[in-house]
């Protein structure tokens, strides 16, 4: 203290009682940020150690984290000291949900108190949280009431939620007494492929049950060793035996729809029961009004099933571009929805594309006289008509319904190299859509520079590719007369990732008397049972030439579809299976 001699010493008290008053303020102000600095990290203990009951503090500040995690953010502010106590504000915000887009924030009032030369913050719950002091709390969300349902085009339950009861298994458990309670329920389930499911050596899901497959099994399944059951709430088809790809769109619509409009609650557990300590309430959410069409759809998959290859169908009203069906059987389930996104080569069935490209050209009219022999070698490439037919020279509605690869391979290679890839856009094909509920990819007709890709092109072959989507698009435009906007959701269709040239006024109309020749006198007479339909057959050869995929597009009113088989070999079973559905949905 030398350097104070000769201050009087009343002064000397003085400087030392400041400098003491200013140590206890840096003490206490250290102890405040210690404390939500250790909470910001989620650091129970440390937070905990500067409390005045830190093991009360410390469990229940564990108890905070593990239930509404660590992503959060304290800030001290307002402190107010009076010799040995002081108070101040705590101010939180809480971030909840995969985003973290959900905010809690408040602001609370705590005590602290000196303990010794130190500070300690006196422990009350409710200083770290509103309700913590009353119980345990816990963060939910609130799913909006009532839950939103998709329906049909007529108002029926398309989807709705239902309880389902998630079945797993773990190593060890009995395959053969699983499997043989599973087996009759789902028939691809055995012992074998149970064990196969669990060779990693972890548990798995072995089935999804809904709750009255469950209930006459329930018992026996839950007393098996290592089957545990979970049940969840699902959106499933209201008629099991709808298998659609399209439902997977709009129930991802559906949740997006209802997590927009959910509310939040954070609860407290106290010894009354749950008590909202914060939240907010869900929103009101409408019905989804999907435009397919239960029985359209029905008689689709029923059509399908019978084929032992990958097969789809598509169905569009042309008039609004709303989607009525769209359907798979269970190999095309196998390899995803091929219905909506599957490329192939369309084969016969482009050659819609090909006569609409050489009449806007100028090359022909239907009655032009164009040679459909057998064979041909068009610029190097020898294409053969199907068993190699000839027809001589006929007029080209002739040799558009009895499908002459040789007469399309010669008027592809005289249009210009985009020719066919313009006249596609106009008909949709091309072009991608971005809709509410549903992902589709129409197809791809790249640019031919050469002779010998035209007339590949020409004929649905080489790069050219097209969904059954993007068939069924060709089809409702050229029943149209311009593209449809494709729309599964009412008031909601979808937008074009580009506007191609509109197609020119006749062209359609050209093309349809056409597609009627095909079926009152060409590939389809199969169909020529059926009133006013329009179509075109197609074989798409692949794997060298050496396997064919089967397609059919067709018109009739207000309905345009298109039928993919997968390895077909030719167009008949697409012909059967569209047969099939239309006499069932006429």
Not at 232 to 241: G, I, K, N, P, S
Not at 522 to 551: C, F, N, R, S, V
């Amino acid at each position: 203290m030398g350097s104070l001699r000769g201050f009087p010493a009343v002064l000397l008290t003085l400087v030392l009682v400041l400098a003491g008053c200013a140590d206890a303020e840096d003490r206490l102000n250290t102890t405040l940020a210690g404390f939500a600095e250790a909470l910001n990290r989620g650091d129970a203990a440390a937070a905990a150690a500067l409390t005045s009951e830190q093991a009360a503090a410390t469990g229940t500040l564990d108890g905070l984290y593990a239930s509404l995690g660590t992503d959060v953010r304290f800030e001290v502010s307002q402190v107010r000291r009076e010799e040995d106590a002081a108070t101040f504000t705590l101010a939180a915000t809480w971030r909840f949900g995969p985003e973290k887009q959900t905010e809690w924030a408040y602001t609370t009032e705590g005590t602290a108190a000196a303990d010794g030369d130190d500070w300690k913050i006196r422990w009350n719950p409710a200083t770290v949280a509103p309700g913590l002091a009353a119980g345990a709390l816990s963060y939910s969300t609130l799913a909006p009431q009532p839950a939103a349902r998709v329906l049909d085009r007529t108002g029926a339950d398309l989807l709705t939620q239902h309880i389902v009861t998630l079945v797993d298994i773990a190593p060890g458990v009995d395959v053969n007494a699983v499997a043989a309670l599973l087996n009759p329920i789902a028939p691809t389930i055995t012992a074998d492929s149970l064990a196969g499911q669990l060779a990693a050596g972890r548990p798995v899901t072995a089935v999804t049950l809904r709750e009255e497959d469950l209930t006459p099994i329930r018992e026996q399944l839950a007393a098996q060793p290592d089957v545990t059951l979970r049940p969840q709430t699902r959106l499933l088809a209201t008629d099991r035996a709808l298998t659609s790809p399209a439902l997977a769109g709009l129930s991802d619509l559906w949740q997006q729809r209802t997590d927009a409009a959910a509310g939040w609650a954070v609860t407290a557990d106290t010894a009354s029961g749950p008590r909202r300590v914060g939240g907010q309430d869900a929103e009101p959410v409408g019905d989804i009004a999907a435009t397919l069409d239960i029985g359209m759809q029905l008689a689709a998959e029923a059509a399908l099933a019978p084929l032992v290859t990958p097969a789809a169908l598509v169905a569009i009203q042309p008039s609004t571009g709303e989607l009525l069906a769209v359907a798979q059987n269970a190999p095309a389930d196998a390899q995803g929805p091929i219905a909506l996104t599957g490329l192939y080569p369309p084969g016969s069935t482009f050659k819609t594309v090909t006569v609409s490209a050489a009449l806007q050209a100028g090359q022909v009219t239907p009655d032009s006289i164009v040679g459909c022999p057998g064979t041909e070698n068009i610029e190097g490439r020898q294409i053969p008509n199907d068993d190699n037919f000839a027809l001589g020279d006929v007029p080209l509605h002739t040799a558009f319904a009895r499908s002459c690869n040789t007469t399309m391979g010669r008027l592809a290679v005289n249009l210009p190299p985009d020719g066919l890839t313009e006249a596609a856009a106009q008909l949709g094909l091309g072009i991608d859509y971005v809709a509410p509920g549903m992902t589709t990819v129409t197809g791809s007709v790249p640019i031919a520079d050469s002779p010998a890709l035209r007339v590949e092109a020409g004929i649905g072959q080489g790069k050219v590719t097209a969904s059954p989507f993007g068939m069924a698009l060709v089809a409702a435009t050229l029943a149209r007369g311009s593209v449809p906007a494709p729309t599964i959701v009412a008031g909601a269709p979808g937008v074009a990732d580009r506007t191609p040239e509109p197609l020119p006024g006749g062209v359609d109309e050209q093309v349809r008397a056409m597609m009627r020749e095909t079926v009152t006198g060409g590939t389809a007479t199969a169909l020529q049972d059926i009133p006013d339909l329009l179509g075109k057959t197609g074989t798409a050869e692949y794997i060298d030439d050496t396997h064919a995929h089967g397609w059919f597009v067709g018109i009739r009113g207000d309905l345009a579809l298109a039928v993919f088989v997968s390895d077909a070999g030719s167009s008949a079973p697409a012909v059967d299976a569209a047969g099939g559905f239309l006499r069932a949905s006429a």
